[in-house]
């Protein structure tokens, strides 16, 4: 799975524009500092490409998310079909309810150049910047935005663009290398907070089949 398996457009006129396009990597560098740890509810929403004359079709899940650096984060799926990713900070679990089976991978080889590095797994810009070329994107809907693109040409992520409210992460939207797009978007957003002990913890449930990779 792609956790649920990362826009340059021309130049508008006016200083005051070429401003507002140096704010989306102003609020990463500022999250990347300020955030040390999260939580928030997210929607997300994939569409696959339209192909054999059919029109793209597009399938939405809900649930909540945490994260703390370094590299620690939970997606908790839990509409229409629970599902959780755990990364504890060595390993990555993803856990399919339905088919009480979980996938257990070595977290440093899993991750790589993932929305998720970019979310708790880089320690800063600089750090950011080994795996992605950054680049400012044009204000929209209200956020800042970032572009980021895999240096890596042989990943399964074709770019991501990050878009903030201020210094709060506010979207994720991810194109794949097949030419799907997933738009993650987070709602109360709340940075460093109290997060219960056992958030990044996993245990695997009785009975569950377990497949290491």
């Known amino acids: 799975m792609t956790l649920k398996k990362f826009l340059i457009t021309t130049f508008l006129i006016a200083a005051g524009a070429q401003c507002a396009w140096a704010d989306g990597l102003k609020s990463l560098e500022d999250f990347m500092k300020g955030a040390h740890s999260g939580s928030a509810d997210f929607t997300q929403t994939v569409t696959a490409p339209a192909k054999d004359g059919q029109a793209a079709r597009s399938k939405q899940s809900s649930g909540h998310f945490a994260f703390q650096r370094p590299g620690r984060f939970r997606f908790e799926y839990r509409k229409p079909f629970e599902q959780t990713i755990v990364a504890d900070g060595s390993t990555l679990w993803l856990y399919d309810a339905d088919l009480n089976q979980v996938t257990q991978r070595a977290q440093d080889k899993a991750l790589g150049a993932t929305p998720a590095a970019l979310l708790a797994s880089a320690p800063n810009l600089a750090a950011l910047r080994a795996d992605f070329t950054l680049e400012n994107a044009p204000d929209e809907g209200g956020l800042q935005w970032v572009r980021a693109t895999p240096k890596a040409s042989d990943g399964q992520i074709r770019g991501v663009r990050v878009g903030f409210d201020g ?47």
């Open 167 to 213: 210094a709060r992460l506010a979207v994720l939207d991810i194109e794949d290398s097949f030419g799907q797009r997933s738009v993650i978007r987070f709602a109360q957003m709340q940075l460093n907070p109290q997060l219960p002990s056992g958030t990044f913890s996993f245990k695997t449930p009785a009975g569950a089949d377990v497949l290491r990779q």
